[in-house]
């Protein structure tokens, strides 16, 4: 069973409420007109969202799934701790804004500064996946995780925009492409993914294909770069003399 809510001409605070009180694990919502931080703080629910949600869908997500069949806004799992957030369609500036854990999957394109301040501890390592493509400022001061940008439909020019990894000093993108993005920091190296480093990500290439469609061994058979940065401490040298 499943609860629905019909989100027209609703505050985003009374679609929340109807969430948390329901008895039933799975909620569709529909007729959503651009209401911000729809489930935010949302534990154990599974949410299907029909319409275009606002700012910070997802926000501080725990144990729980987002499904958005269409467009989202800015700050798509904004600090979610764990669950899936996918989304059918595009969305805006900063998906995955200082995300702990968990996975977004986004089968159209991203804005600019997407995964900024990512973060990762232990085995908590969250996943920003990117099917299309992305703006500038990718994975801006990244901590931790894996951000992955396929490229989808995009293969005669790099997916990504300029300013890969600034400030980034932990985790890994990959990118599917056979152009380096421009502008990318010193502290960042960039490498051709070896097939290790591939298996490192079929398992999240697998869960996009099996949620949008594709097939994941044609995905990993192109020429993937692997971004990193260069040292365990990359900006050490800005604070201290040697």
């Known amino acids: 069973m499943a609860i629905e809510i019909n989100a027209q001409n609703m505050h985003f605070k009374l679609i929340n409420e109807q969430i948390r009180a329901s008895s039933e ?44 069949y269409g467009n989202a806004q800015d700050a798509l799992g904004d600090t979610m701790n764990d669950g899936t957030i996918t989304v059918f369609g595009n ?19 991203a804005g600019y500064r997407a995964g900024i301040h990512m973060k990762q501890y232990m085995e908590k390592i969250p996943v920003l996946m990117i099917g ?75 869960l996009f294909v099996s949620k949008f469609g594709g097939n994941a061994d044609e995905i990993l058979a192109s020429h993937f770069f692997k971004l990193v940065p260069d040292t365990k401490n990359p900006y050490k040298q800005l604070y201290v003399n040697n």
Do not use: W
């Open 91 to 109: 969305c805006g500036d900063a998906p995955g804004y200082g995300m702990r854990d968990g996975k977004i999957l986004i089968k159209g394109s």
């Open 132 to 206: 299309g493509k992305v703006g500038d400022f990718l994975a801006e001061y990244q901590a931790g995780g894996k951000i992955i940008v396929l490229g989808l439909g995009y293969e005669d020019t790099c997916p990504v925009g300029s300013f890969c990894g600034t400030g980034m000093h932990g985790g890994a993108i990959y990118i599917r492409t056979d152009i380096l993005p421009s502008g990318l920091p010193s502290q960042v190296d960039a490498f051709d993914a070896t097939d290790a480093d591939k298996e490192e990500i079929r398992p999240e290439i697998e």
């Open 25 to 68: 694990k799975e909620v569709v919502i529909n007729n959503t007109i651009g209401q911000r931080f729809i489930g935010s703080g949302c534990v154990g629910k599974d949410i299907h969202i029909h319409g275009i949600p606002g700012n910070a869908l997802g926000a501080y997500l725990t144990k729980s799934d987002i499904t958005v």
